[in-house]
């Protein structure tokens, strides 16, 4: 356990010492941004502090499909979705491919985007032998969805994707 001596952002200090950052949600550093820090007090001001959720609700905001548009009309996408939390996205791009393709989960991936149940055991590296050995010239698996993290949380491993230059055929990677 750790005593942050102020806000946490893409480094964090503990007790004068500065640490990179890598347990919250502002690993981009945004909650220093005083532009941004004013427009979410400008939504809170509008909106207040409780909202409804953007499609499970009986109520919604039309921000929503405002921003959706927005989004959309910027990445120049046919469509755009949003979700109120990171979780929700990882867990519904996971949960989209893993019934359509063949998922492939790696060890100790975030539960966010890990297929309960179907988690290699053993560690990245023999899983990511195991990708290679069930892929290479089998037509089996029309689209394999490999799914995982780059980085080991509680550890802070950094996991190696590059095996992915042996897989020659299209993959899906979350």
Request: proline share 5%; glycine share 6%.
């Amino acid at each position: 356990m750790f005593d942050l001596d102020g806000k946490p952002g893409r480094i964090v200090s503990v007790n004068g010492n500065e640490y990179l950052f890598f347990s919250g949600y502002d690993y981009l550093g945004i909650s220093h941004n005083s532009f941004f820090e004013k427009l979410v007090t400008k939504g809170i001001q509008q909106y207040g502090w409780l909202y409804p959720s953007s499609r499970i609700s009986n109520t919604r905001l039309p921000l929503y499909e405002k921003m959706e548009q927005h989004l959309t009309s910027l990445t120049q996408t046919t469509e755009t979705v949003l979700f109120p939390s990171g979780f929700l996205a990882g867990r519904a791009a996971s949960q989209l491919f893993a019934h359509r393709c063949k998922p492939f989960t790696a060890p100790s991936t975030h539960p966010a985007i890990a297929i309960y149940g179907r988690s290699f055991m053993g560690t990245f590296s023999q899983w990511s032998e195991m990708v290679m050995q069930t892929l290479s010239g089998s037509d089996i698996y029309e689209l394999p969805v490999l799914i995982a993290d780059s980085l080991q949380p509680l550890t802070a491993e950094i996991n190696d994707f590059s095996f992915l230059q042996h897989i020659d055929r299209k993959v899906i990677c979350i």
